[in-house]
């Protein structure tokens, strides 16, 4: 796993390229946790995600309410298929914005 | 379409779909429908749509009149192209409509597991299937993976629980994230980790799901499940104890605080640092003295006659698994207080002394010796420990 976050006066955007797993977590958070402070707009960009696991998408969930409780707005672009579709069987199409 | 099976169970009416349906035929389908109704009257009707191919917006009416007859009607075994129609068409949000199961083949799969009610395989590098032998497990499987999913959700750790899916050779499976993980009880017993760092660790997971709120009927509720523990034995406790314990339980306030059930070192995890909770069929919510009552019974009440049997269970010994219930106790409550712990202890036994009594004697304890010497030693605890508590929270 990669990530490269690039940060834009308030705006954030986080993309991630490769597998983010129980391995690559804590990077991911790292790279989260991070950014998040002061931002205004959190973005990640899964287009060349392959596949994110429980780790993964409890990051995904800290974020959220991270990003809830400092009124920052958060979204996911350019999701995959398989992605997509983990995120719906494990009902986080319903808590995260996707676009 | 020629034909239209159906199929009475008691109450429920199961109208089976085939083929395609569209303004050509809709009429002639309805009418056979109604006849099917009329024939069989009942107050829930399933649409299953295994065989159904596509159906049309006059197809659609016909499932919208069957829905304003009978309010309790929903969609089952419907493919994807379908789901995609009654998606579009709002049908979705309006009636509950299923889709079907996707089938998959277990054969050549590497066997990770084996319980009591089927295998584990690995289908894929990064997920596994659990599959049951026994079909009427389904509604079983379901409800564990809507717990596992509400929970998940909510951000307590654990595998992400993927579908129901139907397996080729028969039977169903639930399909789960392969964890690469160790349980805690493994971890104790090949001294990778000491009975403190275990109990830390338990005790930081314990009080994340206890701090984590869930919305009413989402779970069962424990104190409702504890309460009919309690009733089961009024004909096996003096009057007077059982009036108190009966009150006791029933004074325990509601609360909406998730709680796990059977939380013990085999269903604790452990996989690069994260600390994962399994086995969710068990989730419910409800104050903490439950959860307390429960892990009492795990470490300590269910082997008190014979201590050896908990190596079978947890594979420690017993005072090991003593001396880690007396250190989470203490964690969970930040107390080392001797007189303040036992207080809680006493609260936690005297559910969980119910809970082993009315076990004992609905597993026909009664009939063996062994038996006989469990329901006796719970039934002593009650009355000597009720004799001592007038509160079951803290």
């Known amino acids: 796993m990669t990530i490269d976050a690039k940060r834009n006066g308030t705006e954030v955007v986080i993309k991630v390229v490769g597998r983010v797993d129980s391995v690559t977590a804590p990077d991911f958070e790292k790279a989260v946790n991070e950014n998040i402070e002061g931002a205004e707009s959190l973005v990640f960009d899964f287009e060349n995600l392959d596949y994110i696991s429980s780790a993964g998408l409890r990051v995904l969930l800290m974020s959220q309410k991270k990003a809830n409780a400092n009124s920052c707005k958060m979204k996911l672009i350019n999701v995959n298929e398989t992605v997509n579709e983990i995120l719906e069987v494990t009902g986080f199409l319903t808590i995260l914005s996707i676009e | 379409m020629a034909e239209l099976n159906f199929e009475k169970k008691e109450s429920l009416l199961v109208i089976k779909l085939d083929g395609y349906i569209d303004s050509a035929n809709a009429g002639e ?6 006849d099917i109704r009329a024939a069989n009257p009942s107050d829930k009707i399933e649409i299953d749509c295994e065989k159904l191919k596509y159906i049309s917006s006059a197809g659609l009416r016909i499932v919208l009149r069957i829905k304003k007859a009978v309010c309790d009607t929903s969609i089952i075994n419907v493919s994807p192209e379908v789901y995609e129609i009654f998606d579009m068409t709002g049908f979705t949000e309006m009636m509950d409509v299923r889709k079907a199961f996707r089938v998959i083949s277990v054969e050549g799969c590497e066997v990770i597991g084996q319980g009591a009610n089927g295998k584990v395989y690995r289908i894929d590098p990064d997920t596994i299937v659990k599959v049951y032998l026994n079909p009427d497990s389904l509604p079983e499987i379901e409800r564990e993976r809507e717990l596992a999913r509400t929970a998940f959700v909510l951000g307590i750790p654990t595998a992400i629980p993927y579908d129901v899916v139907r397996i080729e050779n028969g039977g169903f499976g639930s399909v789960f994230e392969l964890l690469n993980a160790k349980s805690f009880a493994k971890l104790l017993i090949n001294g990778e980790k000491s009975v403190d760092e275990i109990a830390t660790m338990s005790v930081d997971l314990l009080k994340l799901i206890h ?110 698994a003593n001396e880690l219930w007396q250190k989470m106790l203490s964690l969970y409550l930040g107390t080392e207080d001797k007189k303040a712990l036992e207080a809680v202890e006493n609260k ?43 509160s079951l929270t803290f």
Not at chain 2, 29 to 34: A, H, S, T, W
Not at chain 2, 350 to 367: N, P
């Open chain 2, 211 to 320: 701090g984590t709120v869930v919305k009413e009927g989402s779970m069962p509720d424990m104190k409702e499940v504890a309460i009919g523990w309690v009733k089961f034995l009024k004909d096996y406790l003096p009057e007077d104890v059982y009036a108190k314990l009966e009150k006791l339980v029933t004074d325990i306030p509601a609360d909406l605080h998730m709680m796990h059930g059977d939380y013990h070192i085999k269903n604790v995890m452990l996989q690069n640092g994260e600390v994962l909770l399994i086995d969710m069929d068990t989730l419910c919510h409800g104050n903490p003295v439950f959860e307390l009552a429960s892990m009492f019974n795990a470490y300590y009440g269910y082997c008190e006659l014979e201590p050896e049997q908990i190596e079978d269970f947890l594979g420690i010994t017993f005072e090991t």
């Open chain 2, 29 to 34: 389908v309805e009418n056979k429908i109604n």
């Open chain 2, 348 to 390: 936690a036994k005297i559910i969980g002394y119910t809970r082993i009594m009315r076990r004992t004697i609905r597993r026909k304890g009664f009939e063996t010796e062994s038996g006989r010497a469990v329901i006796e030693n719970a039934k002593k605890h009650i009355i000597d420990l009720l004799a001592v508590t007038d």
